[in-house]
Structure formats: structure tokens, C-alpha cells
């Protein structure tokens, strides 16, 4: 099938050449011809079908077999082959390398066509697509992008963020549950109680590990993504000692997501020291914001605002904690929060942050993993993420 399927694609220029021009496909002997059907009045035009196993291919050949229709129309069957092929590249488990160059042959044939003042251009987002081809699977599609055509994975059916309808662009993904997967670069792997995630390096003050994404040219304003992490060791989520009111700093226990250069706040997710007690009856003030007994609230540095979540994954009662991974409660799934959290775990659209920026822009997204204090004594790791911007 997938032979079939190159060679087929391989013949669409000729006919895209010439409207003129009937494609005759000879699968048997791996060729294909164009020969004139409508070159003179007495002529008669062929119409046969194309019949072959496979569905898709008839739809590619009887496309281009019929070549009295609007090349519109042909645009339109070779938009619908495209994204059955993206949607093949994004779920086969085999044959994958076939299947990538079949979209870079698919590729080509969309920047032949962009050429034609007949065809429109290539879509510039996944929203395009979207409003175009109401109907279309989440999957990799080609954008054109203000660096190029790029592939990217798109969101079509599932509602993120409260947007029921619209479509996102992913930037970012990692899940470390898959055995294959590995931190980027520069992150120290934490591995216990069949955890797997990806943390700072082994420092003996405060940190940060970052990793960035960019967009590739694609403009956003809006923002939508979820983390998961967990609490190792005596994190004390934003605890002003020292003050660090710098966002290029360790100003967090927990991750910092920005945006561009200079860095402006995007969201942070913190990590307390203890969902259910007090440590050493001091009110609170090394426990999330948002815990019942905190004084964080009060403390909280201006650019974070109420863009946080915050949760423990210390299930101690008596105030005290391990240097130890607490693999038993991943952090910011609104799940497994203490009796002090109870308005942690109720912050709105958890575990999905949504930050609308109030304009548009092609920055990057940064990922940072920070603590105001050695990796011996704390850090929070993260073992899953996905940022999507539309």
C-alpha cells in the first residue's frame, strides 16, 4: 500500500500541470503517463474508474483522472489526503519511515501548487485548518510559519481550556512514563517507586535547569498547558527568605513557565512542604499559598498574581519530611491534596492553566525547574508536560 501511495503522489505534478492532461497509472509496472483527452472537438473523454484495494489511493487517482473538474476541488481532495496522511503518521506503530516520506513527497506537492495563482496558499495556523475543514483530526499538519513551512501537531476535537471549538498549536510535550523518553538536556533523571522525571542538577545552592520552545514563527496570544511534577525532599513553594523578587532568579520551589526575552511570567507551579500539618507550629509559612494557616498569600511576588497552582505531595502529619521523592502524590492534578489544601486543589481549570496574554507574538516558552536552595535538600522534578498556544 504505502509503494502504491508514493508512486501515486509522484504523479500528481504531471497532471496538476495541465488541466489537459489525463494521469494514467500503471501500478503493475510502477509507471505513470499523461496523455491528452480534450485536445480537439471530436474528441471523447475516457470514464473509466480507477479500482484498487485501497480507498484512499481511488480518491487520489479518480481525483486526478477527472480532469474537467475545478482545480478548487482538486485542492480540496489533496487537503483531505493530507490530513488522513498526518493522521496516519500520528497513530502507526509501524512503517513509520515510509510514512514520513510519503508527507515530505505530500510537502512538495503543496509548495508546487502554492506557486499557482489557482490554489490558496498554505494555512498559516491550526485554527485555519480548522475553520476550513470543520471536521479535521488532531494530528501533524504543515503550517507556513514566518520561518518556513513547519509540521506541527494540532488539537482539533478536544476542548482545552474552556475553548470549546477552537483548535491549538502544540509547542511542547513530554511524558516521561514512556520508557524511550529522556529528560532534555541538561536535567538530572530521578528514578524511584516506577517514577521517572527530570530535575536540576546537582547544585549546592539555588537553581534553575530551563528548557525552551519555540514557536517557530507561529503567532499566539493565548496560552494552555498542564505539568506534572513531584516533591522531593523540603521544598517551601514561594517562602520570601531570602526575598527574591527576580523572575530570572530561583524566586520559585517549583517550575516557571515565561515567554521570550526579556523573561515575562506566564505561570508557576510550586511545591509546598506539607499538605496536612504545620512545620514545627510556625503558621504555615513554608506550605503553598493557597494552604489553610499560610502567610505566603501575603508575601506572594506582583508578577505571579493569582497565576498559580500550587500543591505538597507530604502527607505527613506531624510537620516534618524526608529527603525522600514523594512518588505517591504527583503535584497539580487537583488529586491527593491534605486537609490544609482544600483551596489548592480547587484553583480554577486544574490541571489545565490557561494565560491569555492581551497580544500577539512568536516568543519562545521556557520551562524552568527551580529551588532557592541545594538539590541535596529540595527540588521538584517533572515527569510530564504539554504546552499548547493558539
Known sequence: MLSLLILAIACLPQFISSSNLAL?????????????????????????????????????????R????????IRQKMDGIISSLSHIK?????????????????EDLIMLHNDSSSFSPIPTSCQEIKNKQPNSPSGVYLLKT??????????MEKMLCGSRGDSWT??????????????????????????????????????????KFPSNGISYSQVCGR?????????????????????????????????GSPRQHVWTLMAGLN?????????????????????????L??????????????????GTHQPVLYTSDPLWDGKGCGILEGDCCAAPGLPWFNKVLGTNTTEYLELRVCGNQGSIDEDVPVSFYELYVK
Open 227 to 259: 505539568v506534572v511534577g513531584y516533591q522531593y525532599g523540603s521544598p517551601d513553594a514561594a517562602d520570601p527568605r531570602p526575598i527574591i523578587n527576580d523572575i530570572n532568579s530561583h524566586y520559585v520551589d517549583g517550575i516557571s513557565i515565561t515567554r
Open 146 to 155: 514566518n520561518n518556513g513551512t513547519k509540521y506541527v501537531y494540532c488539537i
Open 275 to 299: 499538605e496536612a500539618s504545620l512545620h514545627n507550629n510556625n503558621n504555615g509559612k513554608f506550605n503553598c499559598p493557597c494552604s489553610q494557616g499560610s502567610t505566603q498569600n501575603l508575601t
Open 24 to 64: 494514467t497509472f500503471d501500478a503493475a509496472n510502477s509507471t505513470c503517463t499523461a496523455a491528452c483527452s480534450t485536445c480537439s472537438d471530436t474528441s471523447t473523454t475516457d470514464t473509466s474508474q480507477y479500482n484498487t484495494d485501497d480507498e484512499l489511493l481511488n480518491e487520489l487517482l479518480n481525483t486526478a
Open 170 to 211: 502544540r509547542l511542547a510535550y513530554l511524558d516521561m512514563t514512556d520508557a524511550t523518553e529522556n529528560c532534555p538536556s541538561g536535567f538530572r533523571l530521578y528514578q524511584s517507586g516506577g517514577v521517572r522525571a527530570c530535575g536540576r542538577t546537582t547544585s549546592c545552592g539555588g537553581s534553575c535547569i530551563s528548557v
Open 301 to 318: 511576588l506582583s508578577f505571579i498574581g493569582n497565576d498559580y497552582f500550587c500543591e505538597s505531595g507530604n502527607p505527613a502529619t506531624d
Open 90 to 106: 500520528e497513530t502507526a506503530t509501524s512503517n513509520a519511515g515510509a510514512i514520513n516520506d510519503i508527507l515530505l513527497l505530500v
Open 66 to 73: 477527472n480532469n474537467s473538474q475545478d482545480i478548487q476541488e
